[in-house]
């Protein structure tokens, strides 16, 4: 895995300091030969203390600061995750229209020894990677590709795995012309129809109805740190308040963290991330993710096609309904 330079968090800035103070003063005894067996268990203890202080911080961070987390440089993409979770994989371009959009990448790979296909956003590694990839907001021509590619897995009894990263669709004039809605309004029309299993992952940022596009499933999976909204806290705050600065009260009412969104039953259930976020351990997360994963595409192979179609169409009209006691 390729993993992006980034800059620390200020939240977590004074224990990387302090982490670091610790690693200097072991390599200076260790250079002076004075790193006594009481000394290095009081470094070691020092360490621990550290690392319990970290778990205590990423235990109680705002949805805010989950969202800058998910927005580093350094956490693992779409094809991060792809390269260790499939056996063999080949990617596929195009929507047959003439488009290519390298902001939704797609293919056919192994997982486990059974041949899916696979479908996500991908955000670029650095700056002249991202402006290829347009930060992963996918244009009309990246979600008719994603269509394309799942009505091949329909055809040939393929389960498909998504994974949502974007901040939301592309919102330029020239995909409006292109039918940016519509493009997304098919997906989610489609994406009911399709008898195969559909596992979606939200890997970072989940973004309006670029997200959607492709997160229509049965199982909707959603990494511990990642964040899954209807509009960003920054766009929310300027359109209710005219005022961006209210961003961090925004992401406090929409409800963005993944525990929230597991209370309201908007996803199935919470991927485990190593304490730091994925990016601070790819492999412990791929391999997290990879043995959810599995579990589910298993339960799910053990319903037949109509059984997951009213499953998940159920399952999506339950959204939103709640019990409101009547007034006597």
């Known amino acids: 895995m390729v993993v992006r330079k980034s800059l620390s968090l ?12 610790l690693d200097q003063l072991a390599k200076v005894l260790i250079d002076a030969k004075k790193n006594s067996s009481k000394t290095q268990s009081k470094i070691d203890q020092a360490k621990m203390d550290l690392a319990n202080i970290k778990k205590d911080i990423f235990t109680s961070l705002t949805p805010l600061q989950r969202l800058h987390l998910v927005r580093q440089a350094d956490r693992p993409t779409t094809l991060d995750y792809i390269s260790y979770l499939m056996d063999v994989w080949i990617e596929l371009h195009g929507d047959r229209g003439g488009n290519d959009d390298p902001a939704i990448i797609s293919g056919v790979g192994r997982f486990n020894s ?3 296909v696979f ?3 991908q955000r670029g590694k650095d700056t002249k990677d991202n402006v290829a990839r347009n930060f992963g907001m996918a244009s009309p021509g990246g979600y008719r590709k994603a269509l394309r590619l799942m009505k091949h897995a329909n055809r040939f009894n393929f389960p498909i795995l998504t994974f949502i990263d974007t901040p939301g669709a592309w919102a330029g004039i020239e995909a409006e012309k292109l039918g940016q809605g519509e493009a997304i309004a098919v997906n989610l029309k489609e994406m009911f129809s399709f008898e195969v299993p559909i596992i979606c992952t939200i890997i970072g940022e989940g973004g309006s109805g670029g997200a959607l596009g492709i997160g229509i499933g049965d199982k909707i999976l959603m990494l511990e740190y990642a964040v899954y909204t209807v509009a960003t806290p920054e766009a929310c705050a300027a359109i209710l308040w005219k005022d961006s600065t209210k961003s961090l009260v925004a992401a406090e009412s929409l409800k963005v963290t993944s525990s929230d969104l597991k209370a309201l039953g908007i996803i199935d259930d919470i991927v485990k991330e190593p304490v730091g976020g994925s990016q601070y351990s790819p492999s412990e997360a791929a391999d997290n993710l990879k043995s959810r994963l599995s579990s589910e595409l298993q339960s799910l192979l053990n ?15 339950s959204l939103g309904s709640f019990y409101e006691p009547s007034k006597l």
Not at 10 to 21: A, C, I, S
Not at 303 to 317: I, T, V
């Open 10 to 21: 200020n939240f977590l800035k004074p224990v990387m300091e302090f982490e670091y103070q």
């Open 114 to 116: 059974k041949t899916v």
């Open 119 to 121: 479908i996500g956003h």
């Open 303 to 317: 319903l037949s096609g109509p059984q997951r179609k009213y499953l998940r169409y159920q399952k999506f009209r």
